[in-house]
């Protein structure tokens, strides 16, 4: 009898005590992903400062994430969430941020900057890899910037960096560079623009065709006055459009490179995220508004949304890195990306 009771017992605690370790595992999870928008909104804080206004919310918070991993080690307790925003938010904000691409304005207004477009990040790309492979830089971190410099920054390193397999610490020391590079490239636009022979439509072009990010596009672009910010817009739109058949490039090439197993297949899967991208622009250009009326401050919030999304995404990323690693692994890229930014600013102001 004594046997059977405390069998029975047994059998009870059992249930209760998985009970109690998925409790525990969602606490920490939930505490995980409530920690990355916690440093995400630091850095929005951060980014209201001058000086640090000029790199924005997303690399303030990614430098708040470094310092905090070098401090104070990486938050083991809470890995699961932290995981789970860089993984699964950074994936749900690339397809949010589909929304951001208007298909047809691009396809009516802009094609021949399309075309200019596809040449300059081709350059971009080709330019950041062969000057890294001659200076023997990390080559994942040189592709991810020969990416972000060509199409569009931090949005388009995320975007690919699923597909060649980066490494989270690669990815966020990639997102850190391309905001500082973009964000001095920008200043010294805004500088240059009085003295440079360009009209406002040109000068707008010549920036959306070479910056880095949007971001940087509206820093350069919004002094020259409305004509060239909405020149610039429709330029940098193009290369926002061109990450699409990108992607579908850089799957192809992962692939051919890639081991196959005992099927025959590739090892290496394809980015469903860039899918939901590509519908997102869809309905952004073709639904919303056309056939659905939605409020502009919806579409803000969304934006904004977004926004955060990526950013709390590159904390989790950026909680990864180690400046060690930053020292080994980032000065060669950058020399490399900045050789290539030079030569595309060069290139497409003769493109204007």
Excluded at 279 to 298: D, E, H
Aim: aromatic share 8%.
């Amino acid at each position: 009898m004594s046997f059977g009771k405390t069998e029975h017992h047994k059998e009870e605690g059992e249930p209760l005590q998985r009970q109690k370790e998925k409790s525990s595992f969602f606490g920490l999870w939930a505490g995980g992903v409530a920690f990355t928008f916690f440093i995400a909104l630091l850095g929005f804080l951060l980014a209201r400062i001058p000086g640090f206004s000029l790199i924005g919310q997303m690399a303030s918070a990614i430098l708040i994430a470094v310092v905090f991993r070098q401090i104070f080690g990486y938050p083991e307790a809470l890995r699961s969430g932290v995981a789970f925003s860089s993984k699964v938010l950074l994936r749900t904000a690339i397809v949010l941020y589909g929304l951001k691409l208007n298909i047809h304005t691009v396809l009516q207004d802009g094609l021949g900057l399309l075309i200019r477009d596809a040449g300059i990040i081709t350059i971009a790309i080709l330019v950041t890899v062969w000057v890294a492979k001659r200076l023997r830089a990390n080559p994942v971190i040189s592709l991810l910037l020969g990416v972000g410099t060509g199409v569009c920054g931090a949005a388009a390193i995320a975007a690919v960096a699923p597909i060649i397999k980066a490494k989270d610490e690669d990815t966020a020391i990639s997102v850190g560079i391309i905001a500082l590079v973009g964000t001095v490239f920008g200043i010294v636009y805004t500088i240059l623009r009085p003295v440079l022979p360009l009209t406002g439509a040109e000068y707008g072009a010549w920036t959306g065709m070479s910056l880095h990010e949007i971001a940087h596009v509206v820093l350069a672009g919004a002094p020259g006055g409305q004509e060239a910010l909405a020149m610039a817009l429709l330029a940098k739109l193009g290369r926002v459009f061109l990450l699409i058949p990108l992607c579908f490039i850089l799957v192809y090439w992962v692939k051919s490179r890639s081991g196959k197993d005992s099927t025959g297949n590739a090892k290496v899967g394809f980015p469903l995220f860039l899918l939901g991208f590509i519908a997102m622009s869809i309905i952004g250009t073709y639904v919303l508004g056309a056939v659905i009326v939605v409020p502009q401050g919806f579409m803000d919030f969304v934006s904004s949304g977004t926004t955060w999304l990526l950013t709390a995404a590159m904390v989790g990323l950026g909680l990864n890195v180690s400046l060690q690693d930053v020292r080994t692994k980032a000065l060669k890229p950058l020399l490399a990306m900045s050789v290539a930014s030079v030569l595309i600013s060069v290139l497409a102001f003769l493109l204007v």
